[in-house]
């Protein structure tokens, strides 16, 4: 990842998602420290130095805390959690909320949930919802009630093609992240032969779906399976008589650990490939041993890889360092505060205002189009060695 660094307007300006110092880019965003410093306008400064007021306002996570995919949720909420109190730091006379709602990743416990969002009048902006399923089932109602959310981790692609006024995503989707594992497994792995397997989920069989298609003839088995069993012998069977050089899997990290298990135990070797839903150390736990040689994917940044932002995540969170989507969870929530800090306090002048946001962030530059897909196309690849995730890279 290129780092760039940004012009410090004042000290308070640290809290700003106008101003992020030391910040990341993925390699299609191409932000330079010349273009970063133009984002430092004098309005900027001004906003900066003279501080900022308000009263009674807040911004939300929608997500799992809890449930088989509640690290992911965590990592998102650590995120945003950061943005804000460096905010409220910086700013005395505006000390903005983080309410949590948690919804375990649930599509059937979301929409209530965003109705609870909706009704508290002082949401001005949602750091979510964290999962494809779940933004399918509350984003109609969010939209309804003009309330702003951004995700930084729901990646199903078909999202952005609803019309929904209020949907930003804070990186890229899976048909960004479907072709460039397809990619990886061919050019990269050199896989003749593959195997493809999904969890039937909103985000796992789309995802899934797209990389089979991009695969085309290479796809010698497919199968789906029940996350919630225990049991997925039918389809490492299918796997093991197939015979493949690779095998992807769409779903997410704990299920992932148990298929991976598994595999191994019935002899399967071929390289196995998960997309984001994947990259959580819940999947090393799960697997075990049969974790080491996975490669994951992921359209989210290496949050680590930012020294300051890093920096700042362990001062706040003593010995830990940011994991899967906390960093664009940080930059979706200083979109949030850079509108609260211009004065937008109600939720139609925050929504208007992120219709012209174009700052740098800890990820990417950011900005989004009129779909609410955010600027650059990065796919990161990460393998597990010795027990732990480490970057390979972009993929090309």
């Not at 997500?63 to 905010?87: Q, T, Y």
């Not at 009704?119 to 399918?136: H, N, Q, W």
């Not at 779909?371 to 010795?386: I, L, M, P, S, W």
């Amino acid at each position: 990842m290129k780092k760039s660094t940004l012009l410090r307007v004042s000290a308070i300006a640290v809290s700003l998602a106008f101003v992020t110092a030391a910040c990341g880019s993925d390699s299609d965003s191409s932000v330079t420290e010349d273009t970063v410093a133009s984002e430092v306008t004098e309005d900027t400064a001004a906003a900066a130095v003279d501080g900022v007021t308000c009263e009674g306002v807040s911004i939300a996570f929608f997500g799992a805390l809890s449930g088989d995919a509640g690290n992911l949720g965590k990592n998102i909420r650590a995120g945003a959690d950061l943005a804000v109190s460096e905010f409220n730091t910086a700013n005395p006379g505006c000390q903005v909320g983080l309410v949590d709602f948690d919804s375990q990743g649930d599509p059937a416990q979301a929409p209530a949930l965003a109705q609870k969002a909706i009704d508290d009048a002082g949401i001005l902006g949602i750091v979510g919802p964290a999962f494809s399923g779940e933004s399918k089932a509350a984003n109609p109602l969010f939209d309804a009630a003009g309330l702003a959310i951004i995700t930084p981790s729901a990646t199903n692609a078909d999202l952005n093609d609803n019309n929904w006024k209020v949907f930003h995503r804070a990186l890229a989707g899976d048909d960004k992240q479907g072709p460039a594992i397809a990619t990886y497994i061919q050019k990269t792995l050199a896989a003749a032969k593959v195997g493809v397997i999904d969890d039937a989920s909103e985000y796992g069989k789309g995802l899934a779906d797209i990389v089979k298609t991009t695969l085309g003839d290479a796809v010698v088995a497919s199968d789906s399976i029940d996350p919630k069993a225990a049991d997925f012998s039918a389809a490492v069977s299918k796997m093991k008589e197939a015979a493949p050089d690779a095998i992807f899997y769409g779903g997410y990290y704990a299920e992932a650990g148990k298929l991976a298990k598994q595999l191994r135990d019935a002899g399967v070797t071929a390289t196995l490939v998960f997309g984001d839903g994947v990259k959580d150390n819940g999947f090393i736990e799960a697997a075990g041993p049969a974790a080491d040689g996975s490669i994951i994917t992921c359209t989210c940044a290496d949050g680590a890889s930012n020294a300051e932002f890093a920096a700042a995540y362990t001062a706040k969170f003593p010995g830990e360092t940011p994991q899967t989507y906390g960093a664009e969870a940080y930059d979706a929530a200083k979109a949030f505060l850079a509108a609260i800090a211009a004065g937008k306090t109600d939720r139609a002048g925050v929504l208007e205002f992120l219709g012209t946001y174009d700052a740098a962030g800890v990820t990417k530059q950011i900005k989004w189009d009129e779909t609410g897909e955010v600027a650059g196309n990065a796919v990161y690849a990460y393998k597990v060695e010795a027990g732990a995730i480490a970057v390979i890279g972009l993929i090309e």
